[in-house]
């Protein structure tokens, strides 16, 4: 058996920055040993026209394996295997690691034209584009996997803009598969077809498919849509050309929300037009809203109550509060994520910092401490 060093990609991006990989990105790296070995045969096959098909066996000794996760963000060590292949010249790389490596150079410089915006079928066949669909799907916005390229030069940087126009460069493919949250309410259930239904806050239905696991949920949250019960479904969406969702591929998990949820309850507020007050309030910026719910999920604090969630007529969004007989507010400013605490003690948030939410949270508990105790919290 014949080892060698074969990929130090950079995972570049907040969770990998303590030099670890989530479990659940390692889906993404499991596809670059079935990609690299696809992309060979096709270097191969270039090298022998007229052939229909590489020889029997020819990579069937490979394996990339994830050996180590080096410093510097995460930075996965993939080593290839090969089965011990006679070579016609001592020390010559054997046919399969001069293909395997062709390959590595050939996916990394189709990055590298994705991000220029460039032809990347002039460094892949098309069929093999295909391949991008999974590999990079778990990168979130701000996140990438950067390659070094073997002619040197700036690194090649996989993210999830560039993997969409890898995915959809291929002559023919008007789909692309991504993860995918949404909220909305159960309106059918398909025992027969196994799939249920959820309308969002637009009024689109998507559907997914009903697994075992998810059925009483589903059910239940089904029986009690008319009372305003909402879920939140997350798994792997497929998406068109446009970025819509057309359809829920698989569905990892099912949580039924509370009445107050507060990212639901903003999937509501990015319907509003311009105009909505009386022909006056201003729409609230969706990419705005969407970093608003990340952070809320992030650093809110679940033991706490949940605020009711407004409009401004500026644009903004207002939280309030129902805690006892105090209503605590604080306005929020969606361009600059400053928040402004409308309570007896006065104060500017700053909302687009785990800090600022600290104080926010602090606030709260003192007001439900106050309200329960009789003495702050």
């Known amino acids: 058996m014949n080892e060698f060093e074969f990929l130090r990609p950079e995972l570049d991006g907040p969770r990998f920055q303590d030099h ?3 479990l659940d990105f390692l889906k993404d790296l499991a596809v670059f040993e079935e ?22 066996g020819f990579m069937s000794g490979v394996a990339v394996k994830l050996k180590q996760v080096d410093a510097g963000s ?4 993939l080593t290839a295997f090969i089965a011990v292949t006679a070579t016609l010249l001592p020390n010559a790389l054997s046919p399969q690691q001069m293909y395997l490596e062709r390959a590595r150079a050939r996916i990394v410089e189709a990055v590298s034209a994705a991000e220029r915006g460039e032809n990347v079928t002039d460094y892949l066949p098309p069929k093999t584009l295909a391949y991008f669909d999974r590999f990079g799907r778990g990168l979130r916005e701000g996140e990438s996997i950067k390659f070094s390229r073997a002619g040197g030069g700036a690194p090649a940087r996989l993210t999830p803009q560039t993997r969409r126009k890898l995915v959809l460069a291929a002559p023919g493919v008007e789909f692309i598969t991504d993860d995918a949250l949404r909220r909305g309410t159960v ?12 309308r969002l806050a637009n009024g689109q239905e998507v559907q997914a498919p009903l697994s075992p696991e998810h059925r009483e949920a589903i059910l239940d ?7 305003g019960v909402r879920v939140a479904v997350r798994g792997v969406g497929r998406f068109n050309r446009f970025e ?17 949820d507060v990212p639901a309850r903003l999937d509501e507020l990015r319907l509003l037009k311009a105009g909505w007050l009386n022909g006056g309030g201003k729409p609230l910026n969706a990419a705005s809203l969407d970093k608003l719910s990340g952070y809320f999920t992030a650093f809110y ?3 706490l109550p949940l605020p009711y969630a407004f409009p401004t007529e500026d644009g903004g969004v207002q939280f309030e509060w129902r805690i006892d007989g105090s209503a605590p507010e604080i306005a929020i400013d969606l361009a600059s994520f400053r928040g402004e605490w409308l309570s007896d003690d006065e104060a500017t948030i700053d909302l687009s910092a785990a800090q600022g939410w600290a104080d926010l949270a602090h606030r709260i508990a003192a007001l439900v401490g106050t309200n329960q105790n009789g003495e702050t919290a």
């Not at 045969?41 to 590489?54: I, S």
């Not at 309106?187 to 959820?198: E, L, M, R, S, Y």
């Not at 819509?244 to 107050?260: A, G």
């Open 20 to 22: 670890a990989i989530p």
């Open 301 to 303: 604090p679940s033991e």
């Open 74 to 77: 995460a930075v996965p060590v």
């Open 187 to 198: 309106v059918d259930t398909n025992d027969a077809d196994g799939t249920f239904t959820i």
């Open 35 to 56: 990609f690299v070995i696809s992309v060979a045969k096709a270097e191969w096959l270039r090298d022998n026209p007229g052939r229909q098909r590489t020889p029997p």
């Open 221 to 227: 949250a089904q029986k009690d849509a008319p009372s």
């Open 244 to 260: 819509k969702l057309v359809r829920f591929e698989d569905v990892e998990d099912v949580t039924v929300l509370e009445p107050l």
